[in-house]
């Protein structure tokens, strides 16, 4: 850990709620994601677990009913709504979703989502839900995708983290006119501030990290194998702190000099960069070539207590 990156995650522990008997459930972070098609169930499942086990006291999926039917047999600590039908009624959806979204600090939109009409305009109802509520919001996978085609969506919501891959990115920059000729390092805030200073996490050999405004660079060292799904380990993550952030934002563990509502997101994005990148490193360690994303779920927890546990150098 660099001293640099030292002093960036000082900040982020900020965000982390206390352990304490006065909390009650659910204010250490309620994540939700929208995503789970019917080809689709481990991306929605990776992304919801990765932000239980660093520590967001509920997770919520909401997800196709046939999705559904299989995530419920990975854990019983998420909670499934099989809500996303095919022939569904849109009046009755945006009433379900405004019911769910109210209940909730951060949403993941696109982990498993497909681009079957049916899921991406769910996914478009719950990105305005979401604004109208002042949540925190992240998009990955098919959820860029939407953006992609409709990036009005997103334009100017200081609140929402991308998280594209190469090929997402690239995407990203052509739809919204960006030079990709220049230095791959000014690109991420390039992106960030065509979007409107949404957050931007350019992932690669290093995460690079903007909102139009700073650039954060995250060089901790990740396994060797890309196997899918990381990218949802990622996602999930980036959702637990953004939990943590809107609790602090509404006073739990808030201090007489508190952290920016506008640098939250860029905050969170990093911390979720170092989790995930550590917690690749220690399954690939452990199991080498035959890493999958379930090795690197198991290590979340030890990842969190190595940087900010009693363990850490913080």
Not at 72 to 92: C, W
Not at 207 to 231: H, M
Not at 234 to 243: M, V
């Amino acid at each position: 850990m660099t001293s640099s990156s030292s002093s960036i995650l000082k900040e982020v522990a900020r965000l982390i709620p206390p352990l304490s008997s006065e909390m009650h459930k659910g204010q250490a972070g309620r994540v939700g994601v929208v995503g789970g098609s019917r080809d689709y169930t481990g991306a929605p499942y990776f992304s919801c677990y990765s932000a239980m086990l660093l520590g967001a006291d509920l997770g919520h999926i909401i997800c196709d009913p046939s999705a559904g039917n299989v995530i419920k047999t990975y854990s019983p600590d998420l909670i499934v709504h099989r809500i996303l039908e095919e022939q569904y009624d849109a009046t009755n959806l945006r009433k379900e979703l405004e019911g769910l979204l109210a209940r909730l600090h951060v949403i993941v939109i696109g982990p498993g989502l497909g681009r079957e009409s049916y899921m991406q305009t769910a996914a478009k109802m719950a990105i305005e839900i979401a604004k109208k509520n002042k949540m925190f919001i992240v998009i990955d996978a098919d959820g860029l995708f939407l953006i992609q085609n409709e990036p009005d969506l997103i334009q100017g919501y200081e609140r929402a983290v991308l998280t594209p891959n190469v090929v997402e990115f690239s995407r990203l920059c052509d739809k919204m006119g960006v030079d990709q000729k220049g230095p791959k390092e000014g690109l991420a805030k390039a992106l960030a501030t065509a979007l409107g200073h949404v957050t931007v996490n350019q992932k690669g050999s290093k995460d690079i990290i903007s909102n139009g405004k700073e650039v954060l660079e995250c060089e901790e060292t990740g396994g060797l194998k890309r196997c899918g799904g990381q990218g949802d380990v990622l996602s999930g993550t980036t959702a637990c702190f953004l939990g943590w952030a809107k609790s602090y934002e509404e006073g739990v563990g808030k201090d007489a000099d508190p952290v920016a509502v506008d640098r939250m997101p860029l905050l969170a994005a990093y911390g979720a960069s170092t989790v995930t990148r550590t917690s690749s490193k220690l399954a690939f360690e452990k199991v080498g070539r035959a890493m999958q994303t379930s090795d690197v779920l198991l290590q979340v927890g030890t990842s969190y207590s190595h940087h900010f546990g009693s363990s850490s150098k913080l």
